[in-house]
T-cell receptor
C-alpha cells in the first residue's frame, strides 16, 4: 500500500532563513511525488512534482524539493522564507500504475518577521 | 482559463438529510477526483471519475456516491448525513486518468456542516 508521511505537524522559521518541510514515502515501484500548498479557506495549489530525472526539482514561488530514493524522502526547501509562505503544505504520492493520489497529513509552516 | 469551480461553497445540513455537491473541471480536463478534508483525518480520497466512469474509489461507506456527466462535470452525493461528515470537500481535475504524472488542479472546496 502506498503512503506518505510528514513527520512534523508544525515548522517555524524566521523570515529570510532557509526552510525545510519533510516528507517520506512508501510505495512499490517508482513513485510520482508532489507538493501542494493550501492557504486558509482555499483549495490546494500545486507547487512542484518529481517524475524522473534530476533529483532536485524546482517549482513555483522559489520552492524546490530533493528526491532521495535511498531515504525514500522528498523534502521541500526554500533558501529564504517569506512571511507570505506561511500556509499548510501537503506532500502527495502516486504510484506509477494507479491514478490514486494520496496525501500526507500536512505541515503547517509559520514564517515570523 | 477558468479554474475548477465547486458549488456551493458553504452549506449547513442536519443529520439524516442528504447533500449534493457539484464540480466543474477545467476545460479539457476529463478526470475528476473528490477528497474529504477534516482536521482529524486530513485529506482522504473519495473517488475518481474519467469519461463518466468511476475509476478509483477510496474507503468510504456507500452513503458517499458520485457521478460524472458527458461534459466532465461531476457531482457527489452524501445520503443520511452524520455529524462526522462535516468537512471540506475538495474536487480536483486533471487532463488524463492515465497521465499519472500530471498534477491535480483543485477547486476551493465546499464546506459542509452537519448539525
Amino acid at each position: 500500500a502506498q503512503s506518505v508521511a510528514q513527520p512534523e505537524d508544525q515548522v517555524n522559521v524566521a523570515e529570510g532563513n532557509p526552510l525545510t518541510v519533510k516528507c517520506t514515502y512508501s510505495v512499490s515501484g517508482n513513485p510520482y511525488l508532489f507538493w501542494y500548498v493550501q492557504y486558509p479557506n482555499r483549495g490546494l495549489q500545486f507547487l512542484l512534482k518529481y517524475i524522473t530525472g534530476d533529483n532536485l526539482v524546482k517549482g513555483s514561488y522559489g520552492f524546490e524539493a530533493e528526491f532521495n530514493k535511498s531515504q525514500t524522502s522528498f523534502h521541500l526547501k526554500k533558501p529564504s522564507a517569506l512571511v507570505s509562505d506561511s500556509a499548510l503544505y501537503f506532500c502527495a504520492v502516486r504510484p506509477n500504475n494507479n491514478n490514486d493520489m494520496r496525501f500526507g497529513a500536512g505541515t503547517r509552516l509559520t514564517v515570523k518577521p | 482559463k477558468a479554474g475548477v469551480t465547486q458549488t456551493p461553497r458553504y452549506l449547513i445540513k442536519t443529520r439524516g438529510q442528504q447533500v449534493t455537491l457539484s464540480c466543474s473541471p477545467i476545460s479539457g480536463h476529463r478526470s475528476v477526483s473528490w477528497y474529504q478534508q477534516t482536521p482529524g483525518q486530513g485529506l482522504q480520497f473519495l473517488f475518481e471519475y474519467f469519461s463518466e466512469t468511476q475509476r478509483n474509489k477510496g474507503n468510504f461507506p456507500g452513503r458517499f456516491s458520485g457521478r460524472q456527466f458527458s461534459n466532465s462535470r461531476s457531482e457527489m452525493n452524501v445520503s443520511t448525513l452524520e455529524l462526522g461528515d462535516s468537512a471540506l470537500y475538495l474536487c480536483a481535475s486533471s487532463r488524463w486518468t492515465s497521465g499519472m504524472t500530471g498534477e491535480l488542479f483543485f477547486g476551493e472546496g465546499s464546506r459542509l456542516t452537519v448539525l
